[in-house]
């Protein structure tokens, strides 16, 4: 049963803006923290960003910290991850996951027991 599906990724040039969404099929979207992770060609899943339940609470990794945007609408069970500086070096598959344990907002993947398909992001120069 599909719980997460990203969408938003394709090909972007460099500079332009680009959002990507979750939406979810999670009964209780709203008691979940999302991450948003990435994984580059041969490369382990690494975390992007993360926000909590009711949104105020937001996390980067340092690479993406000042140039990417979390957030989320509870209403409508969609979280985004949003930039309007993609690099090249963002080129990767971008995928959302959820984590159902209250209190917690983590960085490894091993924590999050929900995940999308993945959309590929594609930053040419």
């Known amino acids: 049963q599909v719980r997460l599906v990203e969408s938003g990724g394709g090909l972007v040039q460099a500079g332009a803006s680009l959002r990507l969404s979750c939406t979810s099929s999670l009964r209780s979207f709203s008691s979940y923290t999302v991450g948003w992770f990435r994984q580059f060609p041969g490369k382990e899943r690494e975390f992007v960003a993360a926000i909590n339940r009711n949104g105020i609470g937001t996390w980067y990794d340092d690479a993406v910290k000042g140039r990417f945007t979390i957030s989320r609408d509870n209403t409508e069970k969609t979280a985004y991850l949003q930039t309007n500086t993609p690099q090249p070096g963002d080129t990767a598959v971008y995928f959302c996951?959820?984590?159902?344990?209250?209190?917690?907002?983590?960085?490894?993947?091993?924590?999050?027991?929900?995940w999308g398909q993945g959309t590929q992001v594609t930053v040419s120069a």
């Open positions: 996951a959820a984590d159902s344990t209250q209190d917690r907002v983590g960085r490894a993947p091993g924590v999050y027991g929900y």
